[in-house]
């Protein structure tokens, strides 16, 4: 086995920073690891042009894992909330097994998802919080150039920062960038979870993403992989790399150490 890599794919309007507890702890053990910067998600206002797609993310990953990929690593797609949609559809063409019979070194060899949105092929992003009632999901706005943002900092605290005091659940509300909307559009076209091994850090107190529907996309993995998926449930909400990085990081230590 080639030298271990591994890619933390955000969630929607996260940056980097929001995953740097768990990765500082991760990297003190001597592991490659680090957070991408997706198109969608914002710098922190909207970009220049065209808002970004689910499709442009996932080709971002893809150039990030084939440089990793064609340096000889393996590479593990660690991935949160939205990131598991570009993330799964990174994956054609990436993983390890087709590149050796490419006659090719390194590639994906893991899926880990973090209280992630997982449709099935056809499906986007939208699809999986779409039974959410709408009082139970994260207020957002949207500007006049399809990008949103959240106009009620308590209340995005009070859901997906939940175990967080509110002031600093507030703190980091304030840091979410604005997200291209149409990213939550792309229906999934490549099941890249058929192709690796999959992981799925359950978070059995997120209100963004209740356990039930984490379940429902576990469920449905196993059901067309006809594989089991690893999962580790922890008591955590829906950022849990903020309110809970070391068990996190351990999470995260344990799929490093079982690829040695």
């Keep these: 086995m080639g030298q271990l890599s591994m890619l933390i794919v ?3 309007s996260a940056l980097p920073e929001f995953y740097s507890p768990a ?24 970009r220049e042009g065209p808002p970004p797609t689910m499709y442009d993310d996932a080709k971002f990953v893809a150039t990030h894992v084939k440089d990793l990929a064609d340096a000889g690593n393996d590479v593990i ?28 070194k390194g590639g994906i060899i893991g899926i880990a998802y973090i209280t992630s949105l997982v449709p099935n092929i056809g499906e986007p992003a939208a699809s999986v919080q779409a039974p959410l009632p709408q009082e139970d999901k994260v207020p957002t706005a949207m500007d006049d150039r399809g990008w949103f943002f959240y ?3 308590p209340r995005v605290a009070a859901i ?10 507030e703190h980091w509300a304030r840091k ?29 107190d997120d209100l963004s993403i209740p356990a039930e529907i984490q379940k429902s996309g576990i469920d449905m993995i196993e059901r067309e992989t006809g594989r089991k998926v690893a999962v ?6 829906h950022v849990a790399p903020l309110s809970h990085p070391e068990e996190v990081a351990k999470w995260i230590v344990q799929l490093a150490d079982r690829k040695d």
């Design 232 to 237: 580790t449930s922890i008591e955590a909400s």
């Design 160 to 169: 997906s920062f939940s175990d967080m005091p509110q002031e600093e659940g």
């Design 151 to 153: 106009p009620d900092i």
């Design 176 to 204: 979410l960038a604005y997200h291209s909307a149409a990213s939550f559009a792309g229906p999934l076209t490549y099941p890249g979870f058929k192709d690796v091994p999959v992981s799925y850090l359950l978070c059995l």
């Design 23 to 46: 990765i500082d702890i991760v990297a003190a053990r001597g592991f490659e690891i680090k957070a991408l910067h997706i198109p969608s998600v914002g710098i922190p206002g909207p």
């Design 10 to 12: 955000p969630g929607a």
């Design 77 to 104: 797609l660690i991935t949160h909330s939205y990131g598991g949609v570009p993330a799964t559809q990174s994956v054609q063409g990436l993983s390890k097994k087709e590149r050796e019979a490419q006659g090719l």
